[in-house]
C-alpha cells in the first residue's frame, strides 16, 4: 500500500519543489555570472543582464568592442595595453555593452534593472543613470577589485536615486 504524504508536515513533495525555486534576482546573477565566462579580459571577467518586466532585455560582458583584438589572446600575460589612468585601453565594461547593445535595438531602458558581476564604476553609473535603469544589483565591490577607498558609482547611483543593492548570494545546500 503506498504511503500517505501528511501535507501538515511538509512531506508534500510538490511543495518542497515549490520552495526550493529560485527567484528571479538569483537566475539573472546566475546568468550575469555565467556571461562574465565569455570576458577575454586577462584582468577582471565581468557580466551583466537588463532586464524589464521580469524579462530579459539585454547582455553584456566586458571586453574589447567587437573586430577589435581579443586581450587574452593577443596579449596573453598582462592583458591589454593600459591607458593614462592604467584601465584597459580596449575595455568596454560588461554594463555598457549591455546598454549599447540595448540601444542599437531600439530598447528602451526607462525602468530596467540591472543584474552585474562587479558594481559600476563612476563612469558606467553615470551611464546607467542617465539611461533611466530604476535598480542595480551586483554581486562584488569594483572599490575593492581596484583597491579603492570607496564605490564611487554605487553613492554615485544611491545619491541621485538609483536602487543599488549589494546582492547576497543565498548558499545553496548540498542536498
Known sequence: MPSVIDFTKGDNPY?????????FDEIYMDLAQSLSRKSHCVKAQVGAVL??????VSLGYNGPPAGT???DEQWPETGCPRDSKGSC????HAEQNAILYAHRNNVSLDNAVLYVTLSPCIACARVIYSVGIKKVLYLYSYSAFKGLARDEGVDFLRKFGVETIWY???????E
Open 15 to 23: 511543495l518542497r519543489k515549490q520552495l526550493m525555486k529560485p527567484s
Open 51 to 56: 532586464t524589464k518586466d521580469t524579462r530579459i
Open 69 to 71: 583584438h581579443n586581450c
Open 89 to 92: 585601453s580596449l575595455a568596454l
Open 168 to 174: 547576497q548570494q543565498e548558499k545553496k545546500s548540498a
